[in-house]
Every structure is written in structure tokens, then in C-alpha cells.
T-cell receptor, first 116, second 120 residues
Framework: AQKITQTQPGMFVQEKEAVTLDCTYD???????LFWYKQPSSGEMIFLIY????DEQNATEGRYSLNFQKARKSANLVISASQLGDSAMYFC?????????????WGLGTSLAVNP | EAGVAQSPRYKIIEKRQSVAFWCNPI?????LYWYQQILGQGPKLLIQ????????DSQLPKDRFSAERLKGVDSTLKIQPAKLEDSAVYLC??????????????????FGPGTRLTVL
């Protein structure tokens, strides 16, 4: 069963507008973490933002914020004031415990294109 | 602080040849990961090291892939012999495992620039 679902294969946004990238997850763990990464065409995976399952406040990092709705099991990424350099693939990932190990479960990604 | 280093950035080989990738993690990061990312998919974990010990290699095709982490720092990933389906981006990542409350809580993985492998 897919544990991380990103339902938007591709998104378009006008420069300077805000955009929301969706992510839903499935886990029976009480303690887990959710991550968003950006992958430009160069291939590097860039860490953007983290949300812990026990964090009461939604995470924010500059223009990135995470809309965490625990009951709905969603962790949407909001990018405010989009820039041309935001055009990239965006991956949602969940840290899952497997025995004594923690591993990341990845979604399939959303391709974001920012139009001038 | 220097990030995760990887080399080479690009590699083109013919099937049945061998290839090796190198990774140097962020200083102080005890955990190192190798991922394979096929075009259009999310990363797939191949192997995870804690210091120089293997934590998880359940998805490593051991008949052709091997990896080692000498002295708990640098790591190499080797493919021998390569197949067409090995064409992918190979990503190395590292994370901190220590006494920092913040880092222990997040286990954030930081990635290198990746190696784009093409097998012809």
C-alpha cells in the first residue's frame, strides 16, 4: 500500500503567486516525521522543511510553510511568492520506523513550473 | 560547512562494464545512504551505513551491486556488471546521529549532487 501520496503529477504557477503542493500519508506510528525536498533538473535533492508528528505549530522556513493536518493525514507544502528558480520536482517523504532503523518513504513527486 | 560530495557527476558506460561511485558525507554525520533514482520515480534506498556497519541493504541487488564505507567516512558504490536498467541517478545522503536533540529528532538527510549513470 502506498504510504505517501502526491496526487499532482504537475503544477503550474505564475511568478510571485503562492502555490500548494499536496501530500497525504498513511502510518500507524504515533511518532513520525514528514519532509519536503526539492529536486531541480541538476539532480540534487535539497531539503526544504520538516514537520514532526508531535509539533504543535506548522513548520515554516522562509517562503516555505507546511500545512500539517494530522487528523486528515496531510502535510501540504505552501510556497509563497513563487520565483522562477522554484521550478523543480518536489518530493514529500515520511520517516518511518522499521525495527531500530528509521527510513524515509518517498512519494512520486510533483513537478512545479513557475511561469514568468 | 561543506555538503555531501559525490563523484563523478556523470558517467556513460556500456552494458556489462563496471562502474564505481564515490561519496564523502558531511563531517560528523555517522549515517550514510545510497539511493537509486530512476527517471520519474522517487529515490529507492539501496544501502544504509551507520559508521562503517551496514544497517539496511535489503534492496541492494547483491549479485551486481556492492558498497563499502571505509573507516566510517567515505563510501564507494560499485556496479559489476552493469545492465541497461541500472541507468539512473545515484544519490548519496548523510544524516547526523548524535547527542543533538534537534538532529536526533529530525534525522534529516542531506544529499549530494548525485551521479547520473547512463548504460548503453
Amino acid at each position: 500500500a502506498q504510504k505517501i501520496t502526491q496526487t499532482q503529477p504537475g503544477m503550474f504557477v505564475q511568478e510571485k503567486e503562492a502555490v500548494t503542493l499536496d501530500c497525504t500519508y498513511d502510518t500507524s506510528d504515533q511518532s513520525y516525521g514528514l519532509f519536503w525536498y526539492k529536486q531541480p533538473s541538476s539532480g540534487e535533492m535539497i531539503f526544504l522543511i520538516y514537520q514532526g508528528s508531535y509539533d504543535e505549530q506548522n513548520a515554516t522556513e522562509g517562503r516555505y510553510s507546511l500545512n500539517f493536518q494530522k487528523a486528515r493525514k496531510s502535510a501540504n507544502l505552501v510556497i509563497s511568492a513563487s520565483q522562477l528558480g522554484d521550478s523543480a520536482m518536489y518530493f514529500c517523504a515520511m520517516r518511518e520506523r522499521a525495527g531500530n532503523n528509521r527510513k524515509l518513504i518517498w512519494g512520486l513527486g510533483t513537478s512545479l513550473a513557475v511561469n514568468p | 560547512e561543506a555538503g555531501v560530495a559525490q563523484s563523478p557527476r556523470y558517467k556513460i558506460i556500456e552494458k556489462r562494464q563496471s562502474v564505481a561511485f564515490w561519496c564523502n558525507p558531511i563531517s560528523g554525520h555517522a549515517t550514510l545512504y545510497w539511493y537509486q533514482q530512476i527517471l520519474g520515480q522517487g529515490p529507492k534506498l539501496l544501502i544504509q551505513f551507520q559508521n562503517n556497519g551496514v544497517v539496511d541493504d535489503s534492496q541492494l541487488p547483491k549479485d551486481r551491486f556492492s558498497a563499502e564505507r571505509l573507516k566510517g567516512v567515505d563510501s564507494t558504490l560499485k556496479i559489476q556488471p552493469a545492465k541497461l536498467e541500472d541507468s539512473a541517478v545515484y544519490l548519496c545522503a548523510s544524516s547526523y546521529t548524535g547527542t543533538s536533540r534537534v538532529q536526533r529528532r529530525t534525522d534529516t538527510q542531506y544529499f549530494g549532487p548525485g551521479t547520473r549513470l547512463t548504460v548503453l
